[in-house]
């Protein structure tokens, strides 16, 4: 259940009423001369962000013919690839084409634009427009579907209510993106500061300070699928994620902290143990 849904089942626990897209809002109609707009108003879909992430100034603006009008409060979809979840509240004014699907709400009295928006940069309304978009190499979304996906609607001070506290955790998760950022940044520079050669330090091979130790076969009679109370030790073999975890056993190979170095390939994987029995792949 996606964070929307467990606010609208909290704020209305006696439930919500639900009407098509098309009953509430439509396709933007109204044209213009494309000389009306610039590298800031002009939305095109290479200038829409993945993942919800907004958009940028365009790169390309066109100079003859018209473009489609889009207002403040409209959202704006890519509809080419819609699996790369393309979507801006358009927060001014401007023009687009129709790779975007430019929505309008036509009945302000039901639903409002910030509450329509988080709608829409669902999870579950981009599978459905996924599910529902036609071609292969280079799928659009279909736009007569994507006006029948059924949207909730909640009295409108609900709807105020949900959107300031989306808006919150939005801002919130936005700073702690930053402050990762930065912290990483900084650990980067100084890990590299001090990984240098002529820092003054002492330096040795990892021979000279380490035992290396390979993998092997996991004992006969100690191997487990699942963790348990007795296998509670991971067995790692080369792998990506959960894929390198192949099981559990009760004797561990290395007792120790330990940092292990994928084997084989080039997957630049490594990673800081505990005691771990590490098995070496097929």
Same mark, same amino acid.
């Given at each position: 259940m996606?964070?929307?849904?467990?606010?609208?089942?909290?704020?209305?626990p006696e439930g919500v009423e639900y009407r098509k897209l098309g009953d509430v809002a439509q396709y933007a109609k109204k044209r213009t001369e494309a000389a009306q707009v610039n590298e800031s108003t002009y939305v095109g879909v290479e200038n829409l962000l993945p993942n919800k992430q907004g958009k940028i100034k365009s790169s390309y603006v066109p100079q003859t013919g018209v473009v489609i009008v889009f207002e403040k409060?409209?959202?704006?979809?890519?509809?080419?690839?819609? =699996?790369?979840?393309?979507?801006?509240?358009a927060d001014c004014e401007g023009g687009t084409n129709g790779d975007v699907l430019a929505i309008q709400i036509n009945r302000k009295e039901k639903i409002t634009p910030g509450f329509l928006y988080y709608v829409l940069s669902s999870e579950r309304f981009f599978l459905y427009d996924i599910e529902n978009?036609?071609?292969?190499?280079?799928p659009r979304g279909d736009k007569k579907a994507?006006?029948?996906?059924?949207?909730? &609607?909640?009295?409108?001070?609900?709807? &105020?209510?949900?959107?300031?506290?989306?808006?919150?955790?939005?801002?919130?998760s936005e700073k702690l993106a930053t402050e990762l950022a930065m912290r990483r940044k900084q650990y980067e520079y100084y890990r590299d500061k001090l990984l240098t050669p002529d820092c003054g330090t002492r330096w040795f091979t990892i021979g000279e300070v380490c035992d290396l130790s390979a993998g092997g076969d996991i004992p006969k009679g100690h191997y487990s699928k699942e963790r348990n109370n007795k =296998?509670?030790?991971?067995?790692?073999?080369?792998?990506?994620?959960?894929?390198a975890l192949y099981g559990f056993t009760d004797q561990a190979k290395i007792e120790n902290v330990c940092v292990t170095i994928s084997a084989r390939g080039t997957l630049d994987i490594v990673r800081y143990k505990k005691s771990l029995f590490i098995r070496l792949s097929d």
């Open positions: 996606g964070r929307l849904d467990r606010l609208l089942e909290e704020l209305c409060g409209d959202i704006l979809i890519g509809n080419i690839r819609p =699996y790369l979840r393309k979507i801006w509240l978009s036609k071609g292969a190499k280079m994507v006006l029948e996906y059924r949207v909730p &609607t909640p009295p409108l001070p609900i709807q &105020t209510e949900i959107v300031r506290i989306l808006d919150n955790f939005s801002e919130l =296998y509670r030790i991971p067995i790692y073999s080369n792998g990506v994620g959960k894929n």
